[in-house]
């Protein structure tokens, strides 16, 4: 074979290799173009799902909140209001129900959840709020947008990954909805199963059902949350030293906060293991402790404590009454969740701080809120994407060093039993460490 021909014979294969290549790589840019079309199409049914849901959930919320403060016959109503929401878990054979923790879980195996998850927590918690038991609304949004991922899963019959993706998808877009905060809900989802890893199969579609689901939201009327912070000072060595000494104070209050509700929750379990009379007892127990403060205050969401306070107005105690409100409540039995009462306590907290420092007391509350938050659920960048969203882009650098302090001193305590930790807080190893109980 003369040299032409060796030429000519190396020149074919190069460009069979690179044919090859190029039909390669147009195969795979199609199946990837498929995968998105599915995960738009599924995405986006799933966020006009969980936004016309999730209104109506923020919508009965609200209105229930509203007869309440107008009636005070109805805070009476807490031991009846108790032993239905009892009833309907006993009469549905959810007599073991987990909650967020259960949804926390599906995310790392092939468990689903059962279908009645998301009547139960919708109906249930709307009565929590109607008679005044002080929960929030994250572990409805957590466990709703959760059964619908999974319940939608099943019929579209995806693969057992896919359906856990869209477990979070519905995560993000129920979080969306009924927070307001589309940014935050998205890594949320992603972030609070396994502290460490990030699950960044699902960015795309909840990217889009959270912006689905803020968007539905917003055009039934449900407008993006926001609070004004006021006197942002400059970042300084004594400001942010300032900041240093809050984020230590709020990763205390946060291992307090979770203490106290595990411990709470145990204790009226072991006292009372029949669950109407442990509901029962903790809605007389709820309804003492108002008539004790003779305030109104720590009942329900209390989202007009959590708006004074980050506006400088707050009672010192206020964090430890809501903290021992939401105990009480949770641990007996009713439903929500306690994000927004972790809200409320670092809001509140972080008010005082402020005063006792002389340091803005709105932008310590607002720092206290996400610092807190941080605290009790190991997410530091949701925690960070909540302070954009809540607070403007002003107040980031405050909150940052907050929220990370918190991360770090918070160590392994957590709200959710089942939330996992894949990465040492303390050292650049990976370890397998459950939540602190």
Not at 159 to 187: H, Y
Request: overall charge positive.
């Amino acid at each position: 074979m003369n040299i032409f021909s060796k030429l000519r014979h190396k020149s074919a294969k190069q460009f069979y290799r690179v044919r090859g290549q190029a039909l390669h790589w147009a195969i795979h840019s199609l199946l990837h173009f498929r995968l998105l079309l599915r995960w738009v199409v599924l995405s986006v049914i799933m966020g006009v799902l969980l936004g016309l849901v999730g209104a109506a959930f923020v919508f009965c919320i609200a209105a229930g909140t509203a007869y309440r403060q107008e009636h005070w016959w109805c805070y009476l109503l807490m031991p009846l209001g108790g032993v239905l929401i009892v009833w309907l878990y006993r009469v549905t054979n959810d007599r073991h129900d987990k909650g967020t923790n259960m949804v926390i879980a599906s995310l790392r195996s092939e468990a689903h959840l059962p279908v009645q998850m998301s009547p139960l927590i919708f109906i249930s918690a709307i009565i929590t709020h109607f008679v005044g038991g002080s929960a929030g609304r994250e572990g409805a949004a957590l466990q709703l947008g959760g059964s619908l991922g999974d319940l939608f899963g099943g019929m579209t019959h995806l693969r057992e990954k896919d359906r856990r993706t869209l477990i979070m998808t519905g995560m993000s877009a129920a979080f969306s909805a009924i927070f307001r905060t589309p940014a935050a809900a998205v890594v949320f989802a992603m972030e609070v199963g396994c502290v460490g890893t990030m699950q960044y199969a699902g960015l795309v579609p909840c990217v889009i059902s959270s912006l689905t689901a803020s968007y539905v939201a917003d055009k039934l009327g449900f407008p993006l949350a926001h609070y004004d912070v006021q006197g942002i000072p400059a970042l300084t060595p004594v400001t942010g030293l300032k900041g240093l000494l809050l984020g230590i104070c709020c990763a205390a209050i946060s291992i307090f906060f979770c203490i106290v509700l595990h411990r709470t929750e145990h204790c009226m379990k072991h006292r009372f293991p029949n669950p109407y009379l442990r509901i029962i007892a903790a809605s007389i127990l709820l309804l003492l402790l108002g008539l004790l403060c003779r305030t109104e205050a720590y009942f329900g969401i209390g989202a007009e404590s959590i708006v004074n306070a980050v506006a400088g107005q707050a009672v010192w105690y206020a964090f430890l009454l809501k903290t021992l409100f939401t105990a009480v409540t949770i641990g007996g039995g009713f439903k929500g969740g306690e994000i927004v009462p972790s809200f409320f306590v670092g809001a509140t907290f972080g008010c005082v701080f402020g005063q006792v420092l002389g340091i803005s007391p709105s932008l310590c509350a607002a720092a206290a809120m996400v610092a807190l938050f941080c605290g009790v659920t190991n997410c530091p960048l949701a925690s960070l994407l909540i302070a954009a969203e809540l607070f403007g882009m002003e107040s980031v650098p405050f909150c940052l060093l907050a929220v990370a302090v918190s991360y770090l001193l918070s160590g392994y305590f957590g709200l959710y039993r089942e939330q996992r930790f894949y990465s040492s807080k303390f050292t650049d190893e990976h370890i397998r460490h459950g939540t602190r109980k």
